[in-house]
Nanobody
Framework: QVQLVESGGGLVQPGGSLRLSCAAS????????MGWFRQVAGKNREFVATISGSGGSTYIADSVKGRFTISRDNAKNTVYLQMDGLRPEDTAIYYC????????????????WGQGTQVTVSS
């Protein structure tokens, strides 16, 4: 089981930026695809972005494409979500997750999850 710890959430004004980080405790980080999901209370968890183990392949949800970027630093066992042009509808708890599948988008393909970090976009 991979332990994942997210950080970087907070309160930001519309149009602002945040960078989320997710640190993983595993010796095989570079073999894992990593993903970001988000969830609003009372709604299903929603896929945001995923990146392959090498970092060479990514997939971004249409709802955030052009505003969010996923990246990783395998030397630091960390994956990032750069969020620009934030909107109130981006408000959610953001979770990172790890998977042995290739850039999966389904929650069921991820087997380890972090505890989440709150992002609030409000003026």
């Amino acid at each position: 089981q991979v332990q994942l710890v997210e950080s970087g959430g907070g309160l930001v004004q519309p149009g602002g930026s945040l960078r989320l980080s997710c640190a993983a405790s595993t010796y095989s980080f570079s073999s894992l695809s990593m993903g970001w999901f988000r969830q609003v209370a009372g709604k299903n968890r929603e896929f945001v972005a995923t990146i392959s183990g090498s970092g060479g392949s990514t997939y971004i949800a249409d709802s955030v494409k052009g505003r969010f970027t996923i990246s990783r630093d395998n030397a630091k066992n960390t994956v990032y979500l750069q969020m620009d042009g934030l909107r109130p509808e981006d408000t959610a708890i953001y979770y990172c997750a790890s998977s042995r599948h290739f850039i999966p988008r389904a929650m069921s393909d991820y087997n380890s999850w972090g505890q989440g970090t709150q992002v609030t976009v409000s003026s």
